[in-house]
Nanobody, 112 residues
Framework: QVQLVESGGGLVQPGGSLTLSCVASTMFFSIITMGWYRQVPGKQRELVATISSADSTNYADSVKGRFTISRDNAKKTVYLQMNSLKPEDTALYYC??????WGQGTQVTVSS
């Protein structure tokens, strides 16, 4: 059973930056597609970004050019660098492994 632990969320002003981290407890980390998703109350969880085992990345249109997903296989960690944050980026951000394992989520709030 893979376990995912996210960190790095918090309160930031519009235009600011945050970096989320997700550590996975699996020896197979390097071959798993990892992703970040987000959810606001009353709405469905939505894709933010994914990164494959070959470092191929995919982003939601709403975050392209502002967010960067990356991975460190030696540390079994996936990151989400978020720049130029907007109030509409406010959400609970979830790490995902292989499409079917979720972390507990970390809150990101963008507000002045």
């Amino acid at each position: 059973q893979v376990q995912l632990v996210e960190s790095g969320g918090g309160l930031v002003q519009p235009g600011g930056s945050l970096t989320l981290s997700c550590v996975a407890s699996t020896m197979f980390f390097s071959i798993i597609t990892m992703g970040w998703y987000r959810q606001v109350p009353g709405k469905q969880r939505e894709l933010v970004a994914t990164i494959s085992s070959a470092d191929s990345t995919n982003y939601a249109d709403s975050v392209k050019g502002r967010f960067t997903i990356s991975r460190d296989n030696a540390k079994k960690t996936v990151y989400l660098q978020m720049n130029s944050l907007k109030p509409e980026d406010t959400a609970l951000y979830y790490c995902n492994a292989g499409g079917n394992t979720w972390g507990q989520g970390t809150q990101v709030t963008v507000s002045s």
